[in-house]
């Protein structure tokens, strides 16, 4: 890429996060109240629905590339299917934002705006493996790609608790996907990728350290899916071995805090889609850790994500399983702190 090219999009990135902090700046203004109860952190009514300003940025950037960015456009049918479903997912989320719909609901419509993409044909179909090679698994790839797809859309939901969490995590995400994706060529990745990240500038510093308003569903759930659908595409890129890995292992700190949360709470018998403050980031802050280092914690591990990306991308076929132990392993030291200290505050649900 030339300076001038590179120039160009840094100057239509930061056009982006102008349109997006105007439009939460507007949103703190309209006020959709979040109000406290038991189950959130906050202790005062405070605004959401600041992931407009993100949805925004976001679908008006998708659609200039589209219209004018010819070289970086996926297949029509992909393309046209991804629009789709993401402004399909910012409309569901926005209303639930203002109705509180319940979670059935909710999954509902995450699964139609998952098939409108789905159906395009933008799915994983082919898993290059190590040891074992290519593996065709034909439809039950489309399959896979949906549990994927609604994973990362409600992990990134139920990780939006905390100032900045969800928030940060994505930008960091966005800009290390942006990143590789351009090394690799990718450039329909690496143009959505930007323009994410550049929705985040605009929404973050209303969100962190303090917050003036919160991303809302509309913003966490949008986030997640995008990620997830960049995250297919990057399996896609030519001369990267296992690329499907790229976006889990950016959001290696957010996939297993929900992971094992939904499987201790399945063990323990309880109805996984009850509101409850059990995931791991939540019991730290309960715990007495300040929320802004929690947060802080968590944009380390999608950094460490991200660096662990570039060794993975570069090591051999062999090598790359023993790549994804790294943030695997910080993972388990974060749960043992997580536990300890759990215990000294007698957080009962540990």
Request: net charge positive; charged share 10%; with cysteine.
């Amino acid at each position: 890429m030339t300076l001038t090219a590179f120039a160009r999009h840094i100057a239509f990135a930061a056009l982006i996060a102008c349109i997006s902090a105007a439009l939460v700046r507007l949103m703190i203004d309209i006020g959709v109240m979040d109000r406290p109860d038991p189950r959130k952190s906050h202790q005062r009514p405070t605004p959401k629905s600041g992931g407009v300003g993100i949805v925004a940025g976001f679908l008006l950037g998708i659609a200039t590339l589209y219209e004018f960015a010819f070289f970086s456009r996926l297949a029509d049918p992909y393309f046209r299917g991804l629009i789709l479903a993401s402004a399909l997912i910012a409309i569901v989320a926005f209303l639930d934002d203002l109705r509180d719909w319940p979670f059935a609901v909710k999954l509902a419509a995450q699964i139609i705006a998952a098939l409108a993409a789905l159906t395009s044909g933008l799915y994983v179909r082919v898993y290059h493996l190590p040891y074992v090679g290519a593996v065709d698994l034909g439809w039950f790839g489309a399959g896979a790609s949906l549990v994927w797809i609604l994973f990362t859309t409600n992990a990134m939901n139920f990780i939006d608790g905390l100032n900045g969490l969800a928030g940060g995590v994505a930008l960091i995400a966005s800009l290390f996907l942006c990143v590789i994706a351009e090394h690799l060529g990718g450039w329909f990745v690496y143009f959505a990728a930007l323009l994410l990240a550049a929705g985040l500038i605009g929404f973050l510093p209303f969100n962190f350290p303090r917050a003036r308003i919160f991303m809302g569903d509309v913003g966490s759930q949008f986030c997640g899916f995008v990620l997830a659908m960049l995250g297919i595409a990057a399996s896609r890129f030519e001369h990267a071995a296992m690329s499907f890995l790229i976006v889990p292992l950016l959001l290696s700190g957010v996939l297993f805090d929900v992971a094992f949360t939904l499987a201790r709470r399945t063990l323990a018998g309880e109805r996984v889609t009850a509101p409850h403050r059990g995931h791991l980031y939540q019991v730290a802050a309960r715990s007495g850790l300040d929320a802004r280092w929690v947060a802080l914690i968590h944009w380390g591990f999608a950094a460490l994500g991200g660096i662990v990306c570039f060794a993975f991308l570069a090591a051999s076929s062999l090598e790359k399983p023993l790549w994804l132990l790294i943030p695997l392993a910080v993972q388990v030291i974060w749960l043992g702190f997580v536990y300890q200290r759990a215990r000294r505050a007698g957080i009962g649900a540990w």
